[in-house]
């Protein structure tokens, strides 16, 4: 497909696993974004990478979570020792070099459960 | 205090009627999105602008730099409109998108 695809679209895991989420951004998009909805609430931004460059990490919630963009392309975002709070639909979206005309897709999201 | 408000929180409206979100937002945006979230689906990019106006539809947007102001209108508006919308400004540097807490309608047929 053309869109961005994540994977796997939902998972439920035990308090204390390990979780890995994947993201495949649209062929070419540089800029890719890392968010979570927990229930009820709304977005919340936690991670950017841009091409090659550092990836802005002011807003991951805790040292539990990491990202790694390998490529420039695949995203996966990892939870480790997962809490019950970390439960949550997580989102990725993507775009081409930030320009002022900028469109960001966005993926379906992964749904997590943490029991 | 959230960098973007969106105003009203929750909506109704009948079948037909003009339906308008507003946005504020307090940061440095380069652009502003408006995007729909229906119930259990994903988000989709309604509009993505810097200045003036878009149309597409039923669908306006509008967008005052100056003021730090953007407006969703739905004209005859009907209960498939029936969504979450959400206003996202992309920050100045770009690094990141400010979310609005969303506004959730409900068009009655």
């Known amino acids: 497909g053309a869109g961005v695809s994540q994977s796997p679209s939902n998972k439920v895991t035990e308090k204390g696993k390990d979780v890995e989420l994947r993201c495949d951004p649209i062929?070419?998009?540089?800029?890719l974004y890392w968010y979570r909805q927990s229930l009820g609430q709304g977005l919340e931004f936690l991670i950017y990478?841009?091409?090659?460059?550092?990836?802005?990490k002011s807003g991951l919630p805790s040292d539990r979570f990491s990202a790694e963009r390998t490529g420039g392309s695949v995203s996966t975002l990892t939870i480790q020792r997962t809490q019950q709070e970390d439960s949550a639909v997580y989102l990725c979206?993507?775009?081409?070099?930030?320009?002022?005309?900028?469109?960001?897709?966005f993926g379906q999201g992964t749904r997590l459960t943490v029991v | 205090k959230n960098e973007v408000e969106q105003s009203p929180q929750n909506l109704t409206a009948q079948e037909g009627e003009f339906i308008t979100i507003n946005c504020s937002y307090s940061?440095?945006?380069?652009?502003l999105h408006w995007l729909q979230q229906h119930p259990g689906g994903g988000i989709v990019s309604l509009f993505m602008?810097?200045?003036g106006k878009k149309k597409h539809g039923r669908l306006i947007a509008t967008i005052n730099i100056q003021e730090k102001h953007s407006s969703l209108h739905i004209t005859a508006s009907h209960p498939r409109d029936s969504a979450v919308y959400i206003c996202?400004?992309?920050?100045?540097?770009?690094?990141?998108?400010?979310f609005g807490t969303g506004t959730s309608l409900t068009v009655i047929p």
């Open positions: 996202a400004g992309l920050g100045n540097t770009g690094n990141q998108f400010y």
């Open positions: 979206a993507s775009s081409l070099v930030v320009t002022v005309n900028t469109e960001a897709f």
């Open positions: 062929s070419g998009h540089t800029a």
């Open positions: 602008l810097s200045s």
């Open positions: 990478f841009q091409g090659n460059s550092a990836p802005d």
């Open positions: 940061v440095g945006i380069s652009a």
